[in-house]
């Protein structure tokens, strides 16, 4: 099976002053990077890394690690005025940014606190359209190699 090296830059904030998002990226079931945002908040850090893709099917993944219920703050009326996500502002894949693919080509799969949600949210496996991840859980952007091939099928 061949493989090729492709450059991934990945853009990402978190939205608390107060915790730093804690998270890991993966290709496939390959750790490239475990830690937290050292930005300040609502400022977009950049992470960068090569990676030798095999043939096929893959996967980009990002796993939040460290929210805790006590991490949304709401006021008296049970509004939300302070919460920590993990956003992902941007990908780029060998210099191309897969832009409006961040929304429409992937899925999050939140994990929700038991004693926190409701039985609606519960029933909600995966979220399509976000980049915007307010619970631990695991965001996935599929792709194949080769790369240029299937950009030209799904764009």
Not at 9 to 28: D, R
Not at 50 to 77: C, H
Request: charged share 25%.
């Amino acid at each position: 099976m061949s493989t090729e090296d492709l450059h991934f830059k990945l853009g990402m904030y978190g939205s608390s002053p107060l915790k730093s998002p804690e998270f890991q990226i993966k290709i496939n079931d390959n750790i490239i990077y475990h830690g937290h945002i050292s930005k300040p908040a609502n400022e977009v850090e950049y992470f960068e890394f090569d990676a030798s893709i095999s043939e096929g099917d893959n996967v980009f993944t990002i796993e939040f690690l460290n929210k805790l219920p006590t991490d949304t703050i709401k006021d008296e009326s049970g509004n939300i005025i302070g919460d920590m996500l993990l956003s992902i502002k941007s990908l780029e894949i060998d210099d191309i940014n897969m832009d409006h693919l961040l929304w429409s080509n992937s899925l999050y799969y939140p994990v929700y606190p038991e004693n926190y949600v409701d039985e609606q949210q519960k029933s909600v496996k995966e979220v399509r359209n976000c980049v915007d991840l307010g619970w631990n859980g695991t965001w996935k952007f599929p792709f194949k190699s080769p790369f240029y091939i299937w950009l030209l099928e799904i764009i």
